[in-house]
């Protein structure tokens, strides 16, 4: 599923037009991402949460050639899934 899709199933079910959707959706999906960057954790009830870690500096290397490779730190977001989500996709039931 793409937001295109999102868009158009959310549009259907509420009686905005898509580009009032598009708009909704774009507001919500920035919101999560500035959250996310100035350090807040997200949380939506029923669905789960958004939050960052730290991941350290490291050193790997690549598996094909063998060469040692230096890997920065950086801040990455994770998605935990709540216990009703992953109950639905389980179960397989509708929302």
Known sequence: MTKGDIINIVA?????????????VDGFLASVGYAL????????????????????????R?????????VPERTSPVFKAST?????????NKL
Request: no cysteine; glycine share 12%.
């Open 12 to 24: 259907e079910g509420t009686g905005l037009t898509k580009m009032e959707t598009s708009a909704v």
């Open 37 to 60: 960057q100035t350090g807040d954790r997200v949380t939506i009830r029923g669905f789960g949460s958004f939050r960052t870690v730290h991941r350290n500096e490291r050193v790997s």
């Open 62 to 70: 690549n598996p094909k050639t063998g060469k040692v490779m230096h």
């Open 84 to 92: 009703e989500l992953k109950k639905l996709v389980d179960k397989g």
